[in-house]
């Protein structure tokens, strides 16, 4: 995979996940990106490493995000900087422990996270929150192992065949990056991730069958 040294930052807190969306976010986040119907904000912590945030809409059933993320195979193809995605055990069906990869050129590390997944429902809404399971298998010897790895992804429909993703998180790079240029590229990295994901998730093979959406 080849991309800028610039770049290969921005997946570092890459499939961390979202908050509900709402107008307030005009008065605790700032808008960073907009365009081709993704808007991407930010918002400081006291780490250095921003929260990030970023909604967009598809037309697809909300259950097809609970699909497209099972299909380990395709994450590539939308995550951004993503090598690989291995399940390490399907505790549930609605939990599952999860080391995902992310590719880098030289001289940038390689970087990895492990995390814990649950699906929940509220309503007509599909919820899938990420946590924090670095500690519990050993670090890579090739890659830098990311922490503190928060967030939700939330799918919820909005009009007839159309449903809104949203998408916050945050968390620690590892490493010695600069928070300066993590926060920078990483608005564009979520921006790439969820521009993929209008033309991913409405396949028809992620479709829930004999529901209309």
């Known amino acids: 995979m080849q991309c800028s040294t610039s770049k290969t930052v921005t997946y570092l807190i ?4 979202a908050i509900f969306y709402s107008p307030t976010y005009a008065e605790t986040w700032d808008l960073k990106k907009q365009k081709h119907n993704v808007s991407v904000y930010s918002q400081k912590t006291a780490s250095g490493y921003d929260q990030v945030l970023a909604t967009t809409q598809v037309r697809a059933h909300p259950l097809a995000l609970i699909a497209l993320f099972d ?10 900087n993503c090598i690989k995605v ?7 069906a609605t939990e599952s422990l999860v080391n995902t990869f992310f590719g880098a050129p030289w001289p940038v590390k390689d970087r990895d996270m492990v995390t814990y997944s649950t699906i929940s429902y509220i309503e007509d809404s599909v919820i899938i929150e990420l946590s924090d399971k670095s500690s519990l ?6 890659f830098v192992r990311m922490k503190n790895m928060q967030g939700t992804w939330k799918a919820t429909p909005i009009s007839k065949g159309v449903t809104e993703i949203s998408y916050q998180g945050g968390g620690d790079p590892g490493g010695k990056l600069p928070s300066f240029l993590a926060n920078r590229e990483l608005v564009d990295s979520l921006y790439n991730t969820l521009l ?3 033309n991913i998730m409405p396949l028809d093979k992620y479709q829930p069958k004999n529901i209309q959406p």
């Open 196 to 198: 993929n994901l209008q």
């Open 86 to 92: 291995e399940i390490l055990e399907k505790v549930s």
């Open 71 to 80: 299909d380990i195979e395709a994450c590539p193809e939308w995550i951004h």
């Open 137 to 142: 298998i050993p670090a890579h010897p090739k």
């Open 14 to 17: 890459l499939l961390i996940c």
